[in-house]
């Protein structure tokens, strides 16, 4: 299994955020080829190192690395790029880690 994280800074206009993020980039997302699952955050997010900028984290996960870079190679792909420009403009608004991943 492969994993993306997508760790999501407080935006300066939370309403706007939420309503882009969800009316427009998750069902843009869901669409990738080769999602198997995406998951995100639920309600505060609480850091025992004390990282209070986080807004919101997002999982994807796909059956391979190889599969996240077809997936975003794609069209929808693409989309998805250009989108989280839109309600995340700067890289320091998100960081995104890509991973494989095993069972311990």
């Not at 999982?59 to 996240?68: A, G, H, K, R, T």
Request: charge should be negative; aromatic fraction near 12%; glycine fraction near 2%.
């Amino acid at each position: 299994m492969a994993k993306m994280t997508v760790i999501y800074r407080n935006p300066k206009d939370k309403e706007s955020f939420q309503r882009h993020y969800f009316n427009v980039h998750v069902p843009l997302a869901k669409q990738l080829p080769g999602l198997k699952k995406y998951e995100i955050s639920d309600g505060s997010i609480v850091s025992p190192t004390e990282h209070s900028e986080t807004y919101l984290v997002a999982n994807l996960y796909f059956d391979s690395m190889e599969d996240i870079k077809k997936a975003f190679a794609s069209e929808v792909g693409q989309e998805c790029a250009l989108d989280r420009k839109i309600f995340a403009p700067n890289n320091d608004d998100v960081q995104i880690y890509l991973f494989d991943t095993i069972e311990v």
